[in-house]
């Protein structure tokens, strides 16, 4: 053998020397933490539950944080639902917000941003082809705390709240028939109910993405 490939065997010996050392140092090192993990979670059971909830609950969010993909097609079959209707039925409340939206997504105004543990959408300035230095420029963008009146919904547990609390009831038209609120308690409850996607009427709102699947026959057996 050459005293170059002597050099290089050697050379490889000692970086795999290496390498071995750092997944063995590593692999100490992660068992001492797990134990000591183990340890304090028994000495502290009601301390430890308290983070596994709130780890659980991160992942979860994280997990079910709506897509951009996903408002836009809730958007859509919202549109269509309430385009069905006359003017006379029609939500105003419902039918002002999604005219809100449609004319932002006719701009190339909508924005989306996944924030880990839920889904911002709301309202830039400027199209997304727009070049000008003024939306360009890092010192010209609003601050982060100015952007609140532009945010048009909040994404979370696989769903947007505020397109959903819209929606509730779009084929109820208020105006006419208006709501028997008496009271702090009366206005909570129906806030509640259109969160939870629940009629003013007391009945299980239907989702767009459900009224939009074919229906099937079901088979009747003798």
């Known amino acids: 053998m050459s005293a170059v490939g002597k050099v290089l065997s050697r050379s490889f010996r000692g970086l795999g020397t290496k390498i071995s050392n750092s997944f063995k140092t590593a692999a100490v090192d992660y068992k001492t933490a797990a134990k000591e993990t183990w340890a304090s979670a028994k000495n502290r059971p009601l301390k430890s539950s308290l983070y596994a909830g709130l780890f659980s609950l991160g992942v979860c969010l994280n997990w079910t944080s709506p897509t951009e993909k996903q408002f836009t097609e809730d958007l859509v079959g919202s549109v269509n639902a309430v385009s069905l209707l006359t003017d006379s039925v029609k939500n105003k409340e419902s039918d002002a917000h999604l005219q809100k939206i449609s004319r932002h997504m ?117």
């Open 106 to 222: 006719a701009k190339g105004q909508i924005r989306y941003r996944n924030l880990i543990l839920f889904s911002v959408v709301y309202a830039s300035d400027y199209d997304k082809c727009n070049k000008f230095y003024e939306s360009q420029c890092k010192h010209l963008q609003p601050r982060w705390y100015d952007t609140f009146g532009q945010i048009l919904d909040i994404g979370c547990f696989g769903k947007y709240w505020v397109l959903q609390y819209k929606m509730a009831d779009y084929d109820v038209d208020f105006e006419e028939l208006p709501k028997d609120i008496d009271g702090r308690l009366d206005a909570v409850k129906d806030l509640m109910y259109r969160l939870s996607g629940v009629s003013y009427f007391g009945n299980p709102v239907v989702p767009i993405s459900e009224q939009n699947r074919p229906i099937t026959a079901a088979v009747v057996s003798e």
